[in-house]
Each structure stands twice: as C-alpha cells, then as structure tokens.
C-alpha cells in the first residue's frame, strides 16, 4: 500500500474560512443594542444561535440599522455579539473598505458590498488560520490562500467556501499534492509528491487515489495501471529496480487474477495469482528457454502437468 492516511486522509479539507461555531460570549451578548431595538431581539438571537458562519451572526441588527441608521464612516459600530464593524458604510449597509472583529478574536478586512464580505479580503481565525483571497456573498470565491495553522497551505481556487478547481496542497512536513478539488475533496487529475521523493500522477476521487495513475518511488519502483481507494486495484504493470516485471491483475494491492511475472535472467511465470501468489495453473520459463506448464498453491509448484 503506497498512500494511507498519512498522506491522503490525514486532514479535513473543507477549511469554510468563514465557519466557526458561536463562542460562550457570543452566546450571551452584550448591551450593545439600543432599547429601541430590544422588541426584535427574539427574532435576531434566533438567526444568530443556528448559524455556522460568522457573517450571519448579525443579520438581524443590520437589518434593523437599514431601517433606522445609527451609523457613520469611519466610526466602530458595536453589534449586540460583541462584534465591532468600523470602515465605510453606503444606504445604512457596510459598503467599501471595512474591518470587522468578532470577539473570540476572528476578524474579517477587506472590502464589502451592500454587507457582505465581496472581492478581495482577509479572514483571521482565533486559533490563527488565515485566508487571504477573493470574497462573494461572505463566502470564500475565486482565488485565494489558505494558511492551517501548523498543517498545510492551500492556495488555488474556491467556491462557495470550499476548494473547487485547481490548486496546490503543502503540508509543513513538505508533501505536496497539485490538481484539481471538487466541493472541498481532491477529485480528478492530481500529483503528489511524497518528502521521500516519491510521486504519484493520475486520478482522484472523493479525496483519496482512485483511477488509472503511475507510482513512481523513490527506490526506483514503478507501477503504472489501476488503483481504487488509494490501493492497486485492477490491470498494470509493476516494475523493481534490477529487471523484475509484473504485467497483470491486482485486487486490493495484491496479484490476483492472471498475470506474467518476468526475472531479468529469462524465466516467465504466466498464470494464475491468489493473494498475491501463484496458485492454480501456470507455465513457467527457465532460464535456459525450456517452458512446462504446471499446477501452483500458494506460491509452490505442486505438480508438473505432462
């Protein structure tokens, strides 16, 4: 098995910069709201408690400040989560340049259209993630860079918060994988690159190695064919360093099924595999040219057929 989940599944990839549950403090609230608007509180905390995303968490006192005003360019507005917007305003909405502080210490700088976060911009998380890039409707879109705190850096393309198109993955042990993501999952063409200096180039799918691919170790192995789950699975060829060549099938990173192995002395086996042995009938070449077919069990020859 050549990629475990040391490579493949040790981390999650949908990082959604802008998500992130409500903080003890946010759950609380503070007294920023003015008395005027506490009749509506019931409707605000309602919005505010069941979301995951930091932008909606005021959604409910913008609306109100689009009615009744109460706000000025360049003066911080402090919402009833504790969070603090100061920057420009256009029709009562966060419009232009403009930072806004949540206070579990996440923080949100860029530009903003009619109040969303929309075109270029940098998100801080608390625990000290970052991502700087292209922003539409409070979402991570377009291109952009994603900094894991002490795991990985992606930098690419996104949709609606998620990896979507091509993009490079580092982790800080210095694997590298390039390609292309799919709604936050490595899926199709893909390469990555081991700190050994091993590589894989070919398909993924739902994050993991899966379709035709060639393994290329740093050893001097290779393995060009099909694999499922990040495991050879199917027809290829595997080659070692010295001559020795396997052309057949594989099931679940075994030879299984018919196959040909060949030694760099001349001798053949073509025949059955179970498990990763010859088993059942198989012909054999020597080394000296003479072939004779025989029956095989667990790797042994058992029976020279006449």
């Known amino acids: 098995m050549f990629c ?27 007294a920023s709201y003015n ?8 409707d605000y905390n309602q919005v505010s408690d069941t979301t995951t995303s930091y932008f909606d968490r005021e959604i409910g006192e913008l609306k109100r400040i689009q009615t009744q005003g109460g706000v000025e360019n360049g003066k911080p507005y402090k919402f009833k989560s504790g969070a603090v917007y100061m920057g ?3 029709n009562n909405q966060r419009d232009g340049y403009g930072t806004q502080k949540w206070v579990d210490g996440s923080s949100f700088s860029g530009k903003w259209v009619s109040n969303s976060a ?11 993630d970052v991502y700087i890039g292209e922003w539409e409707n409070n979402m991570a879109s377009g291109k952009g860079i994603y ?14 918060d998620l990896q979507s198109g ?15 993501f799919k709604a936050g999952q490595k899926e199709g063409p893909g390469v990555y690159y081991w700190i ?22 740093s050893d001097g192995r290779t393995f060009k064919g099909q694999w499922n789950e990040s495991v050879i699975h199917g027809l290829g ?70």
Not at 36 to 41: F, G, L, P, S, Y
Not at 173 to 180: D, I, K, L, P, T
């Open 196 to 217: 050994d200096g091993s590589e894989y180039q070919g398909a993924w799918a739902d994050n993991v190695i899966s379709g035709a691919g060639t393994y290329l170790a």
């Open 35 to 42: 008395d005027a608007a506490k009749e509506d509180d019931a």
């Open 237 to 306: 060829r595997y080659t070692w360093p010295g001559g020795r060549e396997y052309d057949g099938s594989y099931k679940a990173d075994q030879k299984h099924g018919f196959g040909i192995f060949r030694w760099p002395d001349g001798r053949k086996y073509e025949g059955f595999w179970v498990n990763g042995k010859q088993s059942g009938q198989g012909m054999y070449t020597t080394k000296d040219g003479v072939v004779k077919t025989a029956c095989w069990k667990d790797g042994h020859r058992i029976k020279d057929n006449e």
């Open 88 to 90: 420009q305003w256009k």
């Open 118 to 128: 929309s075109g270029k911009g940098t998100f801080t998380h608390s625990d000290g």
């Open 147 to 160: 900094h894991h705190q002490g795991k990985t850096t992606y930098q690419g393309e996104w949709q609606k």
């Open 166 to 180: 091509l993009g490079v993955e580092t982790w800080v042990e210095g694997a590298r994988f390039q390609g292309s």
């Open 4 to 30: 475990g989940t040391a490579c493949c599944g040790q981390k999650d990839p949908e990082f959604e910069p802008s998500k992130q549950p409500l903080s003890a403090a946010e759950q609380q609230g503070s």
